[in-house]
């Protein structure tokens, strides 16, 4: 259908200007208003969802002509893997929006923001060209920088101008990679045409496809984030706002590791067989530094970014390891983090706006006094350890499973990813929920509300639906990790 | 006498808008000196004569679908598409102009005539510029533009700032103007020739390996009193102190109008002139380039000053606009697109900074901006758009210009230019982000004083801000119009 794709972005952009249309004084209607709105793409995702086959790989549904004189156009498009995560996205945005408190509920701007964030997010999941892929890339920062910057914490300043610099020195290794793709492009064709079609048809050299594929990597490697260039991860996390926190664990992280996926591997294969060594040592040194790092952390959101690390760090593995089975854990695994991760946070921004502070040694026998969030919190940390029965275990397996045969040492290494994940999170709930009460103030504490349960619920059975039944996404991915899978595999049989 | 004038080219159509603009600066003159008359009436003169300027420039199309490409008064004007284009660009930037202009000229009092007649002229020298053929004629309208922007930088006249803007801008803008004159009396030594034009032919007559020295010094000269206008390192040191010293309504003016001139004279000259010697500059030029991006983005980083953080950021965008002129013809045409969404943005900026630092002031701390989200929404917003497109984040026309121009440069095997660029468009964003957090996010104690905005002002920021987001969004119509202007050099 027509327009299917590009609605993703136009409605959250347009729900943007009629939030800012009401007038200040009706300030009560600000978040009913937008929790309307942003049921429309979520709403949208189940129309898609009951009428087209969606378990394909990549179909380009909309084209426009951008600039006609170099050939370059912008294309829109929907496969699995993308409807997934777009649909994640959606459910993330609707979510944190219930979940906010009154000081960020009742401003237009904060609420703007996230839904521009939204639509940023979902231009990069339907990109079916490198440009448009480029320009979401690029312009989810701004919504990032305000969300950030206005509604951040303390030391906002320092981390907001960090994550920006960072993924734009990133942006511009893969703004050259287009460049260079698409001059490429034309010396074959005749136009700078940039569409995942006509990339896929070029031939590039083994140094060209190395080059091109380091040019790529590194930007979204910067976004997942990888060891050394994780820096701004645990800032970012600390100083954003709790919703901000969920969209850049939630989706944000999987930008990076969906251009991976979308971009570098099936189009510069050569290079991906070059460099994959490089990228699992790099990704199994980020899961265990993530996870000791986490043990030691005395801030229960800075734990939960350095486990993002860690798990970042499992999906990176499996894709790297390039098996049909890792490269499925992997995808499987990005959902499963989106979920978690956005869950954590914002059990985490619960208890930040009962007591604002976040440190484990505050908190203390919180289960007497909150019974119903311990359970919930206990719940999902299970499902981040990788419980087996729950989300985190299926994709953790799988690319455990996947990638023994390619990397046996490393993956064996890995694995200790998951106990380390255990001992971080379970030593984080006994600190804070089990033994005494000490501290007075957490005696009055008021346990989890309707509003905040139901913006929570949803996640909780989503851990445990895809936990049971997880070929249900599985048969959601397949087809684009067989399209990668194949790409890997044609390159390997002929050398 | 029809022949006689038939022979020497004789065409006042084609110099109407230079002639438009001087006889509407003497009616101006005329009206001050003798009869004592209202303010609307001159506003209505000077705006009445900007949209005359218009039409002319407007006819001109006609002539050119006419003639085509031609010269006329024995070879010293000159109708193609970078004169035209040029006009337009002109053209549009004195009307543009023309609500921050009359501003600051209104609040001026008795000197409003001057300043509105300097104006004027300054921009009857600059078409001149963009028309002239025939090296001294170029010389001429270069300094009639030039001079009267030197009086204009000072016209403030109790603000030392200002004092020392404009003599600093005299001083340094001779002595560039003398470099000039220099290199066109070289040239001239070596072919006997003054006209673009024939200076190609005289090159491919004698081929590129028997030129004389002369020529080669006499260009490089032409081009360093070139640079200095569109304020190219190492020529760059005056644009800060002019920027901040200058009435803040005339900056936008001032830095757009010489820029827009300069650029269009330096694209002919590497187009027609040298086309065939371009290769044998390459060193000058990237060393120029080089110096630009590394100079400007340091020294934009360190900025207090908003209006010198704009300057030295001007420096880094010259540095962009001439890698693509220099490189051939695909890079001279996304050169032009920059040019123009630059100066767009440029314009738009410096309105913004005059209704908030008032319209006469000098410099301009970056704490002034403090609070301008919840004094004027509208403003912020549009600030955050010119400063995002100067920093080139898509959706904007500086995403556009960055990436067209780098793709050509890339296509010229440029590898090393492209990736300085790419890695100052990282260091733009620290220094451009730096005033829209100042400006959107810092937060505010004491009350703020509510800013007069006249619906004028809204009315042209909104749009530009509208223009530089549809050039983002839509660039088709602007590409196709940058590739006309080179055409003929396809």
Request: charged residues 10%.
């Amino acid at each position: 259908m027509i327009g299917l794709t590009y609605s993703f972005v136009l409605i959250p952009f347009v729900s943007t200007i009629f939030i800012f249309l009401i007038p200040k004084k009706r300030a009560e209607l600000f978040r009913p208003l937008t929790i309307f709105l942003s049921l429309i793409p979520l709403g949208l995702c189940l129309y898609i969802f009951l009428n087209q086959n969606l378990k394909t790989s990549f179909n380009v549904v909309d084209k426009f002509s951008w600039i006609s004189a170099y050939g370059i156009n912008l294309t829109f498009g929907l496969s699995g893997m993308s409807f997934l995560l777009i649909t994640l996205n959606c459910l993330l945005v609707l979510l944190s929006i219930l979940s906010l408190n009154e000081n960020h509920g009742l401003s237009k701007g904060f609420l703007g923001s996230l839904m521009l964030l939204q639509a940023s997010v979902n231009g990069v999941f339907l990109a079916g060209d490198l440009i448009s892929l480029f320009i979401f890339f690029e312009a989810l920062l701004i919504p990032m920088y305000f969300l950030m910057g206005i509604w951040g914490g303390e030391n906002r300043r320092y981390a907001t101008i960090k994550f920006i610099l960072f993924t734009v020195f990133g942006s511009i290794f893969i703004l050259a990679g287009t460049i260079y793709t698409g001059v490429l492009s034309y010396l074959s064709s005749g136009s700078f045409a940039l569409d995942f079609e006509t990339i896929s048809s070029l031939s590039f050299t083994s140094s060209q496809s190395k080059i091109l594929f380091l040019l790529f990597t590194f930007g979204f490697l910067i976004k997942v984030p990888i060891f050394p260039l994780h820096t701004w991860l645990p800032d970012a996390h600390v100083e954003a706002p709790t919703a901000g926190s969920i969209l850049l664990a939630g989706v944000l992280l999987k930008v990076g590791a969906y251009g991976i996926l979308r971009v570098s591997i099936p189009f510069f294969t050569e290079g991906f067989i070059e460099y994959q060594f490089l990228i699992a040592i790099l990704s199994v040194i980020g899961i265990i530094y993530g996870a000791i790092v986490a043990i030691v952390q005395i801030d229960i959101k800075k734990l939960i970014a350095y486990s993002s690390i860690s798990h970042m760090g499992f999906v990176m593995l499996g894709i790297s390891a390039g098996r049909f089975l890792s490269l499925e854990g992997a995808v499987i695994q990005m959902i499963n983090h989106g979920i978690t991760s956005g869950a954590l946070f914002m059990l985490v921004g619960f208890i930040y706006d009962r007591r604002h502070t976040r440190r484990i040694s505050d908190f203390g026998g919180l289960k007497q006094s909150m019974p119903i969030y311990a359970g919930v919190f206990l719940f999902t940390s299970f499902a981040s350890i990788g419980l087996p029965g729950l989300n985190g275990f299926v994709g953790e397996f799988m690319i455990l499973m996947g990638s023994f045969p390619t990397f046996q040492f490393l993956s064996s290494i890995a694995a200790f990813g998951v106990v380390l994940a255990a001992i971080y999170m379970l030593w984080a709930y006994q600190r804070m929920f089990n033994g005494k009460l000490i501290h007075e103030e957490n005696k009055e504490i008021h346990d989890l509300n309707s509003k905040e349960l139901a913006a929570v619920a949803p996640l909780l059975l989503l851990m445990l639906f895809i936990g049971i039944y997880p070929s249900f996404i599985e048969s959601y991915v397949l087809q684009d990790v067989s399209v990668i899978y194949e790409s890997i595999n044609n390159i390997l049989g002929e050398s | 006498m029809n022949q006689i004038s038939e022979a020497i080219g004789f065409n006042l159509i084609v110099i109407s808008p230079t002639v438009a603009l001087v006889i509407t600066a003497l009616i101006l003159l005329f009206f001050t000196i003798t009869i004592e008359t209202k303010m609307i009436v001159k506003k209505v003169i000077t705006f009445s004569g900007i949209l005359v300027t218009l039409f002319c420039v407007f006819l001109k199309f006609g002539l050119f679908s006419q003639n085509g490409v031609s010269s006329y008064f024995t070879q010293k004007i000159l109708l193609d598409e970078f004169s035209l284009f040029g006009n337009v660009l002109i053209g549009l930037i004195l009307f543009l102009n023309f609500i921050p202009i009359w501003g600051t000229s209104y609040e001026l009092n008795e000197k409003t005539s001057e300043a509105i007649i300097l104006i004027l002229m300054s921009a009857s020298g600059f078409f001149l510029m963009v028309d002239a053929e025939n090296l001294i004629m170029l010389f001429i309208g270069l300094e009639i533009g030039s001079i009267s922007l030197y009086a204009l930088a000072g016209l403030n006249r109790r603000d030392k700032l200002s004092n020392e803007a404009s003599l600093k801008y005299f001083l340094l803008g001779s002595l560039a103007s003398c470099i000039f004159i220099y290199g066109v009396a070289l040239v001239y030594v070596s072919y006997s020739l003054m006209s673009v034009y024939d200076f190609a032919l005289a090159i491919a007559y004698t081929g590129p390996d028997l030129i004389p020295l002369t020529t080669f010094i006499g260009v490089l000269l032409i081009f360093v009193g070139l640079l200095f206008k569109i304020a190219a390192a190492p020529f760059q040191s005056w644009a800060p102190d002019v920027y901040q010293g200058s009435p803040t309504g005339y900056v936008g003016y001032m830095a757009s109008v010489a820029k827009a001139a300069s650029f269009i004279v330096i694209a002919r000259i590497c187009m027609v002139s040298i086309r065939f010697i371009l290769e044998d500059f390459e060193p000058f030029f990237f060393a120029v380039i080089f110096l630009s991006v590394l100079v400007g983005s340091f020294f934009a980083s360190i900025q207090t000053d908003l209006k010198r953080l704009i300057a030295y950021s001007g420096v880094v965008q010259s540095g962009f606009i001439l890698s693509g002129i220099t490189s051939g013809v695909n890079g001279t045409s996304s050169s032009m697109f920059y040019l123009f969404a630059y100066i767009l943005q440029l314009i738009g900026i410096f309105t913004i900074f005059s209704i908030i630092s008032g319209k006469l002031s000098s410099n301009f701390e970056m704490d002034n901006m403090k609070g301008l989200m919840k004094n004027n929404r509208f403003l912020a917003i549009s600030f955050c758009v010119f400063m995002l497109g100067l920093a080139g984040i898509p959706l904007t026309s500086g995403f556009v210009s960055k990436f067209i121009l780098l793709t050509n440069l890339w296509a010229y095997e440029k590898y090393f230019l492209v990736s300085i660029l790419l890695l100052s468009t990282v260091v733009g964003f620290y220094f451009y982000l730096k005033p829209i957090w100042i400006a959107t996010i810092e937060k505010v104690d004491e009350p703020i004083e509510t800013l007069l905005i006249k619906k004028s002002e809204y009315l042209l920021i909104a749009f530009l801000a509208s223009l530089t987001i549809l050039f983002g969004l839509l660039p088709n119509t602007l590409i196709n119009i940058s590739r006309w202007v080179v055409q003929n050099y396809l």
